[in-house]
């Protein structure tokens, strides 16, 4: 059964740092892994998704990287601002030959910057 | 860009009613979905519809039924409301396909008494 962690569960930072969120899935068979955010309240909002056949995906400041052989996938968030604070999700969905791939989030990384 | 919209943000319910939420889509999605999000819990699938009246149950069934009887809208239903229940519900939409990519309602905050 697919688990996945995020480390850590909260984060903060002062404005301008770049920084590292983490997750981690226990079955490396996955067919994506997409990072969202979340605002208080709100409901998510798509980031990134990484294929398993890829090793990356960026769009502007977020880099988003995925190791399928060491089950990790990494959220680089470059020059960090306060409107980044907010919760961060990640999501594996399962490999399979029916319509539904199964989707598993992560508890989520809350990340506030400080200006 | 893709819309998913819910019925109401808030709702308020007393126990043993029976409640609808409603969620709608505007890309011709195959693929929607309800979840409910916890503190602590994290977001934990409910059910799921592959299609026009095709369900599948999630994690999490026992004490909701769906409908989707047009492609664009998918309804949850609390048979009989309880407090337990009292969560923040969300709805999604995908294309058919593990590549792409889900999008999300703005979600119903719903408090049962």
């Known amino acids: 059964k697919q688990e996945v962690t995020q480390i850590p569960a909260a984060l903060s930072v002062p404005e301008g740092e770049n920084l590292v969120l983490n997750c981690s899935f226990t079955d490396s068979a996955i067919y994506n892994l997409q990072w969202f955010r979340q605002d208080p309240g709100k409901g998510l909002t798509s980031l990134l998704l990484i294929q398993s056949s890829q090793r990356e995906q960026t769009s502007g400041r977020l880099n988003a990287s995925l190791d399928k052989s060491s089950g990790r996938s990494t959220l680089y968030i470059a020059a960090s601002q306060p409107g980044d604070s907010a919760t961060y999700l990640c999501?594996?969905?399962?490999?399979?030959?029916?319509?539904?791939?199964?989707?598993?989030f992560g508890p989520g990384t809350s990340l506030s910057v400080i200006p | 860009d893709v819309k998913v919209t819910q019925s109401s943000r808030y709702l308020v319910k007393r126990t043993g009613e029976k409640v609808f939420l409603e969620c709608v889509q505007d890309?011709?999605?195959?693929?929607m979905f309800w979840y409910r999000q916890d503190p602590g819990l994290g977001l934990r699938l409910i059910y799921f519809s592959y299609d026009v009246k095709m369900k599948e149950k999630g994690d999490i069934p026992e004490g909701y039924s769906v409908s989707r009887e047009k492609k664009e809208r998918f309804s949850l239903i609390l048979e009989s409301a309880s407090t337990n229940q009292t969560s923040m519900y969300l709805c999604?939409?995908?294309?058919?396909?593990?590549?792409?990519?889900?999008?999300f309602g703005p979600g119903t905050r719903l408090l049962v008494l």
């Open positions: 999501a594996a969905s399962g490999n399979s030959k029916t319509s539904y791939d199964k989707v598993i």
């Open positions: 999604a939409s995908r294309q058919t396909g593990g590549g792409e990519t889900q999008y």
């Open positions: 890309m011709d999605h195959e693929n």
